[in-house]
Nanobody, 122 residues
């Protein structure tokens, strides 16, 4: 079992930065790939970024490449999402998830956090 708690969301102006954190409980955190997803009002939850559990291989959706960086600290059981050059269209609830592989498909993740709101004003 893995329990996930996100933090770090908030209100920021366009062009600003935020760093989201996802703290995991459970001794097997380091064996899970981690992903970040987001859901804007009236839209489906979409993939943002993922990182593999051992090699730290990362992947991103095209709209955030070059602006967002996913990283993990297995010693702290934490995964991060550094978000720079934020745009109003990045406004959403951001969720972290744990799965066996760094999937881009939300249905393949086993565990989810409760989400943290990110609002980017223009």
């Amino acid at each position: 079992q893995v329990q996930l708690v996100e933090s770090g969301g908030g209100l920021v102006q366009a062009g600003g930065s935020l760093r989201l954190s996802c703290a995991a409980s459970g001794r097997t955190f380091s064996s899970y790939a981690m992903g970040w997803f987001r859901q804007a009002p009236g839209k489906e939850r979409e993939f943002v970024a993922a990182i593999s559990w051992r090699e730290g291989i990362t992947s991103y959706t095209n709209s955030v490449k070059g602006r967002f960086t996913i990283s993990r600290d297995n010693a702290k059981n934490t995964v991060y999402l550094q978000m720079n050059s934020l745009k109003p269209e990045d406004t959403a609830v951001y969720y972290c998830a744990a799965g066996r592989q760094p999937y881009r498909t939300r249905d393949l993740y086993n565990y989810w956090g409760q989400g943290t709101q990110v609002t980017v004003s223009s």
